[in-house]
C-alpha cells in the first residue's frame, strides 16, 4: 500500500474531521475506554460563563484539564470530564440590562419571541435609548429576557471549548440554573439555614453602585491609586477652638456623626464629650474617646461616618452613634448633603472641594498612594454601605475544610497554595451571599406580613412554618453565584438525589484552576461538601499560572493585549497591544503543546502571538516525519502492529537498541511528569524523544537501513513502527488530534484500517516501560557517540566547511580496550558524521595539519591539509576572538550594572545574558581550535 499525505500540514483540515469521529463514536462519554480493575477518574470543569467566549485564559485550564483526562482515560480508567456552564449572576445580568436600555433591536427580538414588557416605556427618560431600564423592563419579563439572551447566545464558547480539542462528556453538559443543580442550590441553603449556619443581619458590606448590589469581601478586588489626603477644620460648638481631621473622602462628611479621639491623647483629653459643628450643614456631633484613632497618624483625631466606613461601624456601635447615609445606593449623593443632593459621588467631592476651600475649612492635602476597594465585575469603587443581607456564618465550615489540607487528604500542587489557602480559611469572614439582581437562585426564604419571620423551604410554602399565616413574600434577592459554584463537583452528579455517578464518580479526582479563585470557589467547595456529604470534593487542587502578555501585564479586553485562542488555532485577525495582528491559524494542538510547554510550577505565561510559532513548528516536524516514517513502513507493511517482543527481535544493531531502551525512559519520565502535575517536563519529554532521539538520529540511521534493503529494512520499518506507535500515544494527551490522525494511518501499514470503529488512539492503552526492551549502558554509550559527531560537526562549523563537506577523522582513545570497544560503532560515526574515513586507536597521534576537539577522554583530530588554508584560518580565529571578548566585556558591563538591571525590561536582561552565554561557550570553543592549530 502507499500512503499519500500532503506534504504541508493542514490542521484546519485535519482538526474538525477528528474530532467528528471522536464524538460520533462516543470516546468522550463517561467510563470510555475503561479497563477491567481500573479506578474511577473524574474532573469537574470550572465552569465558564454561559455567555462568556474563550480567552486564553479558558485555553490554558482546559488543555491542562484535557491533558489529565486523556492520559488517565488511556491508562483504562472510568474516566469522567463532568462540563457545564455557570449562570454568572452580575455579569450576565449587566450584559442584557444594557442591551434593553440601548438597543431596540433586541426588544424587537424579544417582542419578535413574545417577551414584552411589562410597563410602558418612560418616554421622558434620557437615560437610555429604548426608554427602558431593568426596573421598567419588570422582574418577570426580565427574566424571561435573560432566558432567551442565555438560549441565543450560551452556546458560543461550548463550541470554542470543542474546537480546543476538550475530551468533555458533553452528553452531561449542566448549567447552574438547570432544575436540578438549583434544587441542590435549595437543599443545601435550607440545610445550612437548619443548622444556624445561614442568617439575615444588618450589617456594614460592600456595595457596587453600578451593578446595585452588595459583593462579598473576596469580590472586592484592591487596586493602588494616586490619592491625596485632606486637611478639614471642624470648629468646637462652644467657639473655643478648632479640630482638625483628615480624610481621602471627604465627601462622607456629611455622613459624620462624630469625631473620634484617642483617650490617652493629652492634645484631646478635655475635648471629649464637647460637640463640633460640621461646615455647610451645621450639624452638631460630639466628640468621643475610642482607641481607633492613632495619637500618631496626622492630627490623631478622626472624623466617624458609620454608615460608609467598616472601622467606623464598629466605632458607631461602640459609641450608640447614629448612621446617616449621605451616598445613595447609585452612588449619588442623598438629600443629607444639601444642594450636592443628587451629584454623583466623584463630582459632588471635586465642587465640595472648591467651596470647602473658598470657605476656609480645608487646610490643604498630601498626595499619597492608597489602596481603593473595586467591584471585581464593574471594576467602580465600592462603596461601604449598612444593608440587611444574609450571611453564611463560615468558621464552622472552615475547620472542616482545614483538617482536610492539613492531614493530607487535599492535596494543593505547587504545594505553597496551601499555605495560602489555609491563611484564608484561618481568618475567613462571614460570607455576605445575597445580591440585589434577578438573575440567579432567587433565596428560597418567604417572610410573613403577619409575624415577620422567614420560612425557609425547598419548595415554595403556602403558609408561614411560625404562626400559619399565608400572607407570605418571597425574599427578592438571589444568591451569589459562587454559592451554587460551591456545589458544582457534586451537584452536577445528581446530589441531593442518591445517584449512581455519585457513588462512582465521587470525590472527584483533580481540579484544575487558576490561584485567582481559590477563595471564591476552592476553600466554598471543600467546605459545602464536607458540611452536607462529609467527603472532600476532589484529591488534588492544581493551581496554575495566569496568562500575561509579553511585558508582564494580565491580558484583558480593556487594555487591548488579550490573545484569541481562536484566532491562533483557526486563523483570522485581531487587534494585539494597539496593533493589527493576522495569524494563518496554527491548529489547536500548536496551541495547546506551546501552553503546556510554558506551564512550570504554577508560574505565570508571559505569551505573545509569536510564541505559538513554536507550536507550530513542533507540529509541522511531527507531520513531516510522521510522513517520512509511514511511506517507508508503508513500503514494507506488516501483518500486524508490532508488540514490544516484534521490537527487540528487530533491535539488530546498537542504534536500534539505544532507541528502543530511550523509549522506555521516555514512558517512565512522561508518566512521572504528568502524575506530579509537571507539564512541561511532560511535553518536553516526549518532544525531546521524538525531535531529537527519533528523528534526529536513530530515523537518519534508518535511511541507510532503508537503503540496505532486505531485513535490515524489514527490522528498521518494524522498530520505527512500533517506536512511532508509542510515542503518538505519549504525545496523544497534549497534541490529540495531530496524533489520532497519524496514528490511524499507521494502522494502514501495519495490518489494519484507518479509522476502524473502536479502534482510536485516544482509546488505545498508554504506553508502560518495557523491561525486556531495556539496554544497560546504552544511554551513555550514545551519548558518547553523538559527542563525538557533535564535535565534528562543530569543527566543520568553525572552519566554514559546507555541512555536505566530507571530512577525515582520527580516535584517540586511553587504551586499546576502548579503541576496539568504539571499533563496533565505526558504521554509525561513519554514517553520522559525514566522514570520508575514520581511524580509532590508542594514543592515535595528531596530523599535521588538523584541529583537535576532546571529547570526554577522548581526543578527535580533523585533518584539514586541501580543505581550508589554515594560516588565514588561524587569522579568522583570531579576530573571532577579539570580537567575542569585546563583546562579552560590553555585556558584562551592562549586567554587572544594577541600574541596568532594575530598569531595562526583564526580556531584553534575559535576552542579554542568553547571548553571553553563548558567546562565552562560542569563545571557548574558538580559543581551543586556536591552541590546536
Sequence with gaps: MTIDLPKAYDATAVEPDVYARWEGAGCFAAGAGKRPGKPSYAIAIPPPNVTGVLHMGHALNNTLQDTLIRWRRMQGHDTLWQCGTDHAGIATESVVAKQIQDNPQFLADLAAAGITPENPPDQAASRTATGYDRDRFGRAAFMQAMWFFKERSGGTIVKQLRKLGSSCDWSRERFTMDDGLSRAVRTMFKSLFDAGLIYKGTRMVNWCPVQ???????????????????????????????????????????GDTAVAVNPADERYKDMIGKRVRLPIIGRLIPIVGDEHADPTKGSGAVKITPAHDPNDYEVGKRHNLPLVQCIGFDGTM???????????????????????????????????????????????????????????????????????????????????????????????????????????????????????????????????????????????DVLDT???????????????????????????????????????????????????????????????????????????????????????????????????????GYGADAVRYTLLDMTTEGQDLKLSPAKFETGRNFANKVWNAGRFLLMNVSERPLAAAPTAADAAKAAIGFPEAWLLDRLQTTIAACTESLERFRYNDYANGAYRFFRDDLCDWYVEWAKRRFKAGGAEAQAAATVLAYAFDQVLRLLHP????????????????????????????????????????????????????????????NVRNLVGLADGVQVAAIIATPDAAKAAAMATDRDFLLD??????????????????????VVGALKVHIPLSGLVDLGKLKVQLEKRAQALAKSISGKEGRLGNADYVARAPAEQVAETKAMLERERAELVNVNETLATL
Design 734 to 793: 497534549g497534541m490529540p488530534f495531530l496524533t489520532e490522525y497519524l496514528w490511524q494511518h499507521l494502522q494502514g501499514c501495519v495490518g489494519g484500517t484507518a479509522w476502524k470503529p473502536g479502534s482510536y488512539l485516544m482509546l488505545s492503552p498508554w504506553p508502560e516501560p518495557v523491561a525486556a526492551l531495556r539496554a544497560p549502558g546504552a544511554e551513555a554509550r550514545m551519548a558518547e557517540l553523538q559527542a563525538v559527531v557533535t564535535a565534528v560537526r
Design 212 to 254: 446595585r448590589t452588595a459583593l462579598s469581601d473576596d469580590e472586592v478586588e484592591y487596586v493602588e491609586k494616586n490619592g491625596h489626603l485632606w486637611k478639614m477644620r471642624y470648629d468646637l460648638e462652644d467657639g473655643s477652638g478648632s479640630i482638625v481631621v483628615e480624610t481621602t473622602r471627604p465627601e462622607t462628611f456629611f
Design 832 to 853: 553520522r558524521g559525514n566522514l570520508s574515513g575514520l581511524d580509532i586507536a590508542a594514543g592515535a597521534a595528531k596530523p599535521p595539519q588538523s584541529v583537535t576537539t
Design 482 to 584: 459562587w454559592f451554587s459554584s460551591a456545589l458544582w463537583p457534586y451537584s452536577t452528579l445528581g446530589w441531593p438525589a442518591a445517584t449512581a455517578e455519585m457513588d462512582r464518580y465521587f470525590p472527584t479526582s483533580t481540579l484544575v484552576t487558576d490561584r485567582g479563585i481559590i477563595f471564591f470557589w476552592v476553600a466554598r467547595m471543600v467546605m459545602t461538601s464536607m458540611f452536607t456529604l462529609k467527603k472532600r470534593p476532589f484529591n488534588d487542587v492544581y493551581i496554575h499560572g495566569t496568562v500575561l502578555d509579553e511585558r508582564g501585564d494580565k491580558m484583558s479586553k480593556s487594555k487591548g493585549n488579550g490573545i484569541d485562542p481562536i484566532v491562533m488555532i483557526s486563523g483570522g485577525s485581531q487587534k494585539y497591544l494597539g496593533k493589527d495582528y493576522t495569524c494563518p
Design 334 to 476: 442623598t438629600k443629607e448633603a444639601a444642594h450636592f443632593a443628587g451629584q454623583d459621588r466623584f463630582v459632588c467631592r471635586k465642587a465640595l472641594l472648591a467651596e470647602l476651600e473658598a470657605a476656609g475649612i480645608m487646610l490643604g492635602s498630601t498626595q499619597i498612594v492608597h489602596a481603593v476597594g473595586h467591584s471585581y465585575r464593574s471594576n467602580a469603587p465600592i462603596e461601604p454601605m449598612v444593608t440587611e443581607q444574609w450571611f453564611v456564618k463560615m468558621a464552622p465550615l472552615a475547620e472542616k475544610a482545614l483538617a482536610e489540607t492539613r492531614e493530607g487528604r487535599v492535596a494543593f500542587h505547587p504545594e505553597r497554595w496551601a499555605k495560602v489557602y489555609g491563611y484564608w480559611l484561618e481568618n475567613v469572614r462571614d460570607w455576605c451571599i445575597s445580591r440585589q439582581i434577578w438573575w440567579g437562585h432567587r433565596i428560597p426564604a418567604w417572610k410573613c406580613a403577619s409575624c415577620g419571620k422567614h420560612t425557609v423551604e425547598i419548595d415554595a410554602p403556602t403558609a408561614c412554618a411560625h404562626c400559619g399565616a399565608t400572607d407570605i413574600s418571597q425574599d427578592p
